[in-house]
């Protein structure tokens, strides 16, 4: 059963989404849709050190979306809390303040990818 | 009848707020205004392709309302959806995987253009 | 009594992720919170002059939370509508045209602030 | 006698490089250089004020030889050095550490302005 | 005999150092810069106004670098000087008057490619 | 001995102007240097882990100076090349094309970091 919250209302939309873009075939939206998985996969870094990487470059660039996508990916490979509020802050002292509005609907997404009461 | 859909939205409130910040009386304002509507008229490059261009740096700049004004503008002046993603998958590759989010949304909005159902 | 307006649930939501956000513990992002504070301050320049600087800044950079914060202030300060309109031209000449989409939910902010019916 | 120096190379440039996009007789473009010159005119803010806005907006932009100009402008108006530092101030904040770069080449060109040997 | 120009140096350094990069075998750069390349090839749109494109979002994201690259491919593709401004107009719109330093060196860069003395 | 090269370069320019601005005695940038150095201690992420999160952010914010300094830091803490290379690819994906300037000279810079000639 797939009641409504904020982790998969985002995930919802992203396949739908997703979907209709591949449908229409065009090749290097395909070809960046599979390197940007390739991306990620453990190398000389590990899966947990890039989906960090993948967190706070969305953070600086202020993609709500792409945060949301890569704090998911961070709890899968063991993130804790803690580590995470270090990306916060390296993100928020490298992008200003302005990525501080960014930080509160990150950290209330946090909490629901851990089935807290925000 | 003006029914409630995604573009009827989107085009009464930028009408609606364009008339209160032009009704201020700010002469700079006004007058980036119509300079805004001069740039897209046709010229050494006509207007499809303008409007193209309008959209491809809306994109890279990660503007939804932009984008989707100038989805409207670019379906008017006859762009066809496998152009369309061609302009997406150039916004996307010079502007990277944060682009992607803003895709989704603009793929969603040509859809309704388009009368069809998401 | 505090009913449901756009300047309240803004500055609800804020002040319950700061508080969520900062009952973490980061010692980096509670410095920054606070610098953040002293910033605007009155020094060699003014309340009203910093808070208009953080106001423009804020435009340029696209960010619809950091316009709505400094909105207020900016009108706690005594901005008047001639000078914020002064301030949204010389921010969408130097940001261009993808700053109007933010120009527009800003000047639907600043009418809420002034209890006008929008 | 023009000296070599930052400012006048600056300067030299600018003006070189006008004469020859304007000389191309481009009317939107025209028409937004006179823009932009109108923008920072006296009205419900005075010159000083709009000079400091446009310097701030430069600053988070990351654009140098937007700084420089705008600095230019700045002394001019009467800005004194306390008053910049906190403008480099609010941007930094505002924009974060990315801003410290330009903030080191704004704080050379400000003393090259004054003169002094840095 | 290759002298010294603005255009050669350009082309030399980005030769060499893609070289470099590509040396260090990494696979997801290898297939950016594949995938680079294939975006830019004739399909629904032509290499002309693929270039163009290209060349509108390299300006307002303010990359030098890219300008210079896009200058080059969109002479080769034929673009004119007159449909050049009209690009370099849409980019200063829709991106502010921050794109009018890029404008300038673009502009020099387009006249070193056309053999003129600037 | 400090023979000129890039990396005395940029450290001498960089610590020169730090004196100037700092000299100036605003509290908020002070306080604002002193934060950024405490962001990249160790905490629940270590050393390394912090430098390749500044690395990765300053390179999809396209700051050249940011990325210089990480890039000396990412060594003194014990980044690998083919590390280093995975950052560029996470940097790349994630902000596209744009970055691929910035990744030249980055690239070249680490060379010279390694004393070798480029």
């Known amino acids: 059963m797939n009641m409504s919250n ?3 209302d985002f995930n919802e ?3 739908k989404m ?13 070809r960046l ?3 940007d998985t390739n991306t990620y996969e453990a190398g000389a870094l590990d ?9 706070v470059a969305s953070l ?3 993609c709500d979306d792409c945060i949301k996508y890569h704090l998911g990916k961070c709890k899968d490979a063991g993130t804790t809390t803690e580590e995470l509020y270090e990306i916060f802050a ?5 992008g200003g303040t302005i990525v501080i509005p ?14 807290l009461h925000v």
Not at 20 to 29: E, P, T
Not at 48 to 55: A, F, N, P, R
Not at 90 to 94: L, P, Y
Not at 102 to 115: F, I, M, N, V
């Open 60 to 62: 600086v660039l202020r």
């Open 13 to 15: 939309y992203r396949e």
């Open 33 to 35: 849709f599979n390197l």
């Open 18 to 30: 997703n979907a209709i873009i591949l449908g229409k075939n065009n090749l290097v939206l395909k």
């Open 102 to 115: 960014h930080t509160r609907r990150g950290a209330e997404y946090w909490e629901s990818l851990h089935d």
């Open 90 to 94: 390296v993100a928020n002292i490298v």
């Open 6 to 8: 904020p982790v998969n």
């Open 47 to 55: 899966v947990k050190t890039k989906e960090m990487l993948g967190l």
